[in-house]
């Protein structure tokens, strides 16, 4: 998209030894050329804040996650369960079958 209006800036006449301050009439098709291309820029930068925002929230629920597990994991192994036994399937089983998870 910027390649393209660099194109369309570039075939105006003498644009390239033009100094700063001079001025050029664009037609008013390039002119909505540019507005669409500017409109479909800021729609795209708010899709990208969206999907960063949808990331932080699941990021943010994967370490609550993450910390449920350990405080879970702690208080089994102040029940009297080793690391052995967390590592162990069928105490995890027993605990979803407990609670009533099952895997899809």
Do not use: P
């Not at 699941?58 to 370490?63: A, C, E, Q, S, V």
């Not at 702690?74 to 080793?82: A, F, Q």
């Not at 690391?83 to 162990?88: A, M, P, Q, R």
């Amino acid at each position: 998209m910027l390649q393209e209006i660099k194109d369309r800036v570039n075939q105006l006449v003498n644009f390239e030894n033009a100094s700063d301050d001079d001025l050029y009439y664009m037609s008013k098709k390039h002119i909505n050329w540019l507005i669409e291309k500017a409109e479909e820029n800021e729609k795209l930068i708010r899709i990208a804040i969206e999907a960063s925002e949808g990331c932080e929230y699941w990021r943010d629920k994967y370490k609550q996650a993450q910390k449920r597990i350990q405080y879970l994991e702690n208080e089994l192994r102040n029940c009297g369960y080793s690391d052995t036994d967390l590592d162990n399937d069928f105490l995890w089983e027993f605990q979803d079958k407990q609670v009533g998870w099952e895997e899809e």
